[in-house]
Structure formats: structure tokens, C-alpha cells
């Protein structure tokens, strides 16, 4: 990967970046849950979520012209997302370069087994990487690392109890990134119903409804994803 598409990656947030390394410095050595992976080195990457567009099956129509088809086709294109392992060659500037592997099961633990034992992996690092295969393979799973979705998917698989609560934590910055659009909404919902019962409708009085509105339907979820369920 270039530089620049893994430094907008990385800056675009927890959706498509996992910085398994700093989160790791978080967790107390002694901790009894510990690091996400029981391989090192993986504790030492950033998971990143890339998305491409995917290039679909050229379909021949009897009806409609090439070119319509085409158009048709393009609004019709699907995504790709895929799961990328990234291994910077500075932990303390991650966007200085680094190894990226994109995640593809089997293959790339064997890679992996194969690159951190000069060939020879020994029963332990196997087995660790067999554990560690099904934490990647739960979040290549997800479309995104959002935390609320990586802790649902862990409920779902039974693992939440093995990954430490610091994995499903968000920032007071990227809550604020994902209350902005509930506020909104949650503004225009009051309005409306303010206005439809010929209540005087003004700025302090809506964001007044609003605010009681948002303590009530989303204060749970605030408390839950610092502290990650």
C-alpha cells in the first residue's frame, strides 16, 4: 500500500483503522486479559479496512445498447472491502512506511508463521497464530472496526470475554463524530412534531426537546461505548 491510502486510512478513525499497538501500550502488562494477539508482532500492527470498487461480471443485454448497459453497470458496482495487516517499521510514526499484508486466512498465518521463524515455526507459534487466525478472521469478517460492531460480532462469536475492553473503547472525538448526525436528526424529528401540535417553534425551545431526547435515547450507548459494554 502507498503512503498516502494508508495515512487516510489511518486518519479516517477507528471504521478503518485498528492501532493494535497503541491501544496495547493502554493495557497494564500484569492485565489478565492482556494484548488482543498472542503474536507479537501482531500487537505491534494496525488492522486497516480497504475499500475498492470490485469489478463486476460483464453482462450482455438484448434490450439495451452497450453503452446504456455500461452506465448501468457503473452505478451498479459493487464494493470490495478487505482486511490489511500493516506493520510499520516505526511504532512511533506509523505513517513512515512499513509491511502490509492483506489478511486471507491459512495463507497469510502461514506467511506470517514462515517470516517470524526464519522458516521453522514451532508448535507455540502455530498455535498462537491459530488463536490469533480467529481474531483476524472476526474482523475481516465486519465491513468496518467500528468498536460497537467489533464488540457485537465478539458477543456473537462468544469472545468478548477474551478481548479486553479497551478494543471496543472510542475517543470523546469520534463520539462526537457519531452523535453529530443523531443530533441532527433528532432536531428535525422535534420540529416537526413541536410544529404539527401549533407549538411556538424556536432555536432554544427545539434544542431544549432535542437535548431531553438524546439523554434519554442515547445515554446508554454513550456510557457503554467509553467503557465498551
Known amino acids: 500500500m502507498e503512503r498516502s491510502e494508508i495515512r487516510t486510512l489511518i486518519d479516517s478513525g477507528r471504521a478503518t483503522a485498528l492501532d493494535c499497538n497503541a491501544i496495547g501500550r493502554t493495557i497494564s502488562s500484569d492485565d489478565p486479559i ?3 494477539f498472542r503474536t507479537a508482532i501482531l500487537n505491534k500492527a494496525v488492522i486497516l479496512k480497504r ?4 469489478q463486476p461480471a460483464p453482462t450482455a443485454s438484448r434490450i439495451f445498447s452497450s453503452s446504456v448497459m455500461k452506465t448501468h453497470g457503473d452505478l451498479q458496482k459493487p464494493v470490495k472491502v478487505s482486511t490489511v495487516v500493516y506493520f510499520p517499521y516505526d511504532l512511533d510514526n506509523v505513517y513512515d512506511g512499513g509491511e502490509s499484508l492483506v489478511f486471507s486466512g491459512k495463507p497469510f498465518l502461514k506467511l506470517l508463521g ?3 521463524s526464519n522458516g521453522s ?4 507459534i502455530i498455535d498462537n497464530l491459530g488463536r490469533d487466525g480467529r481474531v483476524l478472521g472476526l474482523l475481516n469478517s465486519m465491513h468496518s472496526l ?3 460492531m467489533f464488540r457485537s460480532k465478539a458477543e456473537q462469536c462468544g469472545a468478548e470475554k477474551a478481548i479486553h475492553d479497551a478494543y471496543f473503547a472510542i475517543t470523546e472525538e469520534e463520539w462526537q463524530e457519531i452523535q453529530f448526525p443523531i443530533h ?16 411556538p417553534v424556536d432555536s432554544l425551545s427545539v434544542e431544549d426537546h432535542a437535548a431531553r431526547q438524546e439523554t434519554t435515547s442515547s445515554g446508554f450507548w454513550r456510557k457503554s461505548g467509553r467503557r465498551g459494554i
Open 184 to 199: 441532527e436528526k433528532i432536531l428535525k424529528l422535534v420540529t416537526k412534531a413541536l410544529d404539527s401540535i401549533g407549538t
Open 51 to 54: 475499500y475498492e470498487a470490485a
Open 121 to 124: 515455526p514451532s508448535q507455540e
Open 34 to 36: 492482556g494484548p488482543l
Open 114 to 116: 514462515d517470516k517470524i
Open 146 to 148: 467500528d468498536p460497537f
